[in-house]
């Protein structure tokens, strides 16, 4: 960027704060692009969504619920498709208004003490910086009311086809699963209450 060249990045785009605000003041002096690698705003199902959001076919947003993978330690995830997933509730709501979360370390709130590399965390991962917790929730205010939030509960087990976000209306819900190579991105359902569990199919009395 120094040279005037636009860059696509990774994300995150940094691994501390000032590191990104310095990317971001370079791309600004040189008038080159930085943009991150949030695909999922061209992604056909998130697309869809929003067409079907816009001509009011779940009525008022009142929920956006991220879907996470799973298979890596909270505080990763987090880091890694987590920044995925809150991006695409933004796709719907725009920027939050204000943001919480609550970090779980071995069965007790996180403190200080508990914060490390993420290499640390996790050697397979990619340096992501500081990272902590085994069980992560955040919880996102947007304009209007709207709620988010997004769960990293440390299940072991990888599932890549729970990787999207759901939208709460108050006349239905749309559930998108960005996976690649799913046959089917989209699902519509016509209320806004899930209604009982032996209709969601898996679940058993």
């Not at 990774?10 to 002096?29: F, G, K, N, Q, Y």
Request: aromatic share 6%; charged share 25%; with cysteine.
């Amino acid at each position: 960027m120094e040279r005037g060249i636009s860059v696509l990045c990774e994300r995150p785009i940094a691994i501390d704060l000032v590191e990104a605000d310095e990317m971001v003041d370079t791309a600004a002096s040189m008038n080159a692009k930085l943009a991150v690698n949030h695909q999922n705003y061209f992604n056909p199902g998130i697309l869809k969504a929003k067409s079907l959001v816009e001509e009011g076919r779940i009525g008022e947003i009142v929920m956006l619920r991220g879907r996470n993978k799973a298979g890596r330690r909270s505080g990763n995830e987090f880091m890694e498709m987590g920044t995925h997933i809150a991006d695409m509730m933004l796709c719907f709501a725009g920027l939050p208004e204000w943001v919480a979360g609550t970090i779980i370390t071995q069965g007790r709130l996180a403190d200080g003490t508990d914060i490390m590399e993420a290499k640390e965390m996790s050697q397979r991962d990619r340096d992501s910086g500081l990272v902590m917790g085994n069980r992560v929730i955040g919880q996102y205010g947007f304009a209007g009311g709207i709620l988010g939030e997004i769960h990293f509960l440390g299940y072991e087990q990888l599932i890549d086809h729970n990787y999207g976000v759901d939208i709460l209306g108050t006349e239905g819900q749309l559930s998108v699963r960005a996976k690649g190579g799913l046959p089917q991105k989209l699902w519509h359902l016509p209320r806004s209450m899930e209604g009982l569990p032996s209709e969601l199919g898996d679940w058993q009395a």
